[in-house]
């Protein structure tokens, strides 16, 4: 099956600076989709991104559907950006990556 | 608008009783799915659906039940619980099986004692 994973594990910020994350995937696939896990376990969706570059306020992801890789941008980051970020991919069922854990320092 | 919705939010159970964790969508998707997550583990696929009276499984089913009577509900019963089996639980549900967007609903936290 797909193979999906996601750099960096873990990444502690200060207020106001900008970070990338990345998520790599293994074949070809119909759906890309970002989440954020907030600190109470809420899964919030942030992009639906099979392909293409969309922006919501801060955040912006950009798929590199030919590539295999995701990129998710984060802007003057927030605490309130804190949780762990998902991808997750759709081969024949939705296949997640392990996460990347996003904490910001006040 | 509801969206997912999962019950109950909390349960605390003895190995060896038998319980059903439900969940319900609004939005008349035809793609249902349940996921459990775990530290360190990720989300993994435990069951899904395609539709009514369709159920498949995923990458953890052992130990798990599932039914599809009808588009809106896809419960999920755990007929004899087992301390491995404490976890988070996640209901999801997309409009289309390859092309369309995941919903979740706000998770289920199991303990089995």
């Known amino acids: 099956g797909i193979q999906v994973e996601q750099s960096p594990p873990d990444l502690i910020l200060q207020e106001g600076a900008n970070s990338t994350l990345r998520c790599n995937f293994s074949d070809s696939v119909n759906n890309l989709q970002w989440f954020h896990q907030n600190p109470w376990g809420q899964l919030i969706n942030l992009f639906y991104i099979p392909s293409g570059t969309k922006q919501n306020g801060r955040l912006s992801a950009t798929t590199v559907a030919t590539e295999r890789y995701s990129l998710l941008y984060i802007s003057s980051s927030q605490t309130t950006d804190s949780g762990v970020y998902f991808c997750?991919?759709?081969?024949?069922?939705?296949?997640f990556g392990p996460g990347t854990r996003l904490s910001v320092l006040p | 608008n509801a969206g997912v919705t999962q019950t109950p939010k909390f349960q605390v159970l003895k190995t060896g009783q038998s319980m059903t964790l439900q969940c319900a969508q609004d939005m008349n998707h035809e793609y249902m799915s349940w996921y459990r997550q775990d530290p360190g583990m990720g989300l993994r696929l435990i069951h899904y659906?395609?539709?009514?009276?369709?159920?498949d499984q995923g990458e953890v089913p052992n130990g798990y039940n599932v039914s599809r009577s009808t588009t809106e509900d896809f419960p999920l019963r755990l007929l004899s619980a087992a301390p491995s089996q404490t976890s988070v639980y996640f209901c999801?549900?997309?409009?289309?099986?390859?092309?369309?967007?995941?919903?979740f609903g706000e998770g289920s936290r199991l303990t089995v004692l």
């Open positions: 999801a549900s997309s409009g289309q099986t390859n092309t369309g967007e995941l919903f």
């Open positions: 659906s395609v539709g009514a009276g369709i159920t």
């Open positions: 997750a991919v759709l081969g024949q069922n939705f296949v």
